[in-house]
T-cell receptor, first 111, second 113 residues
Framework: LAKTTQPISMDSYEGQEVNITCSHNNIATNDYITWYQQFPSQGPRFIIQGYKTKVTNEVASLFIPADRKSSTLSLPRVSLSDTAVYYC????????????FGSGTQLTVLP | DGGITQSPKYLFRKEGQNVTLSCEQNLNHDAMYWYRQDPGQGLRLIYYSQIVNDFQKGDIAEGYSVSREKKESFPLTVTSAQKNPTAFYLCASWDSGRHQPQHFGDGTRLSIL
């Protein structure tokens, strides 16, 4: 299982774009990169998943360079409700689908 | 509306007592998982099950037991052998036939009296 490294915490202001970068140097060829969001006392929620280049959905974008050793989650125009812990995971495409969660990045959005 | 239901939301255990946490899903997912989360930490895998009547230990299985008699249900028992059971417990499920993310319940917080 590939290990990920991401910043422990980040602060931002409402309306700004936030970029959280994750490094995963030993990612395997068949691995996907997935980001989850977790609020206190709730289960993680899926945000976005990608394999390479750029993926965009209604809440975020995910940028993955060609070497795939890192990825950047981009949250456009954050609001106070985006304050949460964000986890970057490298998911194996194997059948066991074990996930390794690091400590995540605590994003605090300030007014 | 499909999802994962964990109950109870809060649970208290006396010393030496076994307690069982419930996890039910109506997503028709084959695989189910139990994670433990301690304050300020990520999730650690306790047990997982890929099919009915089969399950495997995760990274921290000692002091826990599970069963998978039905596809929809994956209860976790925290036994008296688990010396530090106070934590937030999360259940998840996954459709093993497609490349989709895991779906999580909203957790059970277990405390020791």
């Amino acid at each position: 299982l590939a290990k990920t490294t991401q910043p422990i915490s980040m602060d931002s202001y409402e309306g700004q774009e936030v970029n959280i970068t994750c490094s995963h140097n030993n990612i395997a060829t068949n691995d996907y990169i997935t980001w989850y969001q977790q609020f206190p006392s709730q289960g993680p929620r899926f945000i976005i998943q990608g394999y390479k280049t750029k993926v965009t959905n209604e809440v975020a974008s995910l940028f993955i360079p060609a070497d795939r050793k890192s990825s950047t989650l981009s949250l456009p125009r954050v609001s106070l409700s985006d304050t949460a812990v964000y986890y970057c995971l490298v998911e194996s495409s194997g059948s066991a689908r074990q996930l390794t969660f690091g400590s995540g990045t605590q994003l605090t959005v300030l007014p | 509306d499909g999802g994962i239901t964990q109950s109870p939301k809060y649970l208290f255990r006396k010393e030496g007592q076994n307690v069982t946490l419930s996890c039910e899903q109506n997503l028709n997912h084959d695989a189910m998982y139990w994670y433990r989360q301690d304050p300020g930490q990520g999730l650690r895998l306790i047990y997982y099950s890929q099919i009915v009547n089969d399950f495997q230990k995760g990274d921290i299985a000692e002091g826990y037991s599970v069963s998978r008699e039905k596809k929809e249900s994956f209860p976790l028992t925290v036994t008296s052998a688990q010396k530090n059971p106070t934590a937030f417990y999360l259940c998840a499920s996954w459709d093993s036939g497609r490349h989709q993310p895991q779906h999580f319940g909203d957790g059970t917080r277990l405390s020791i009296l």
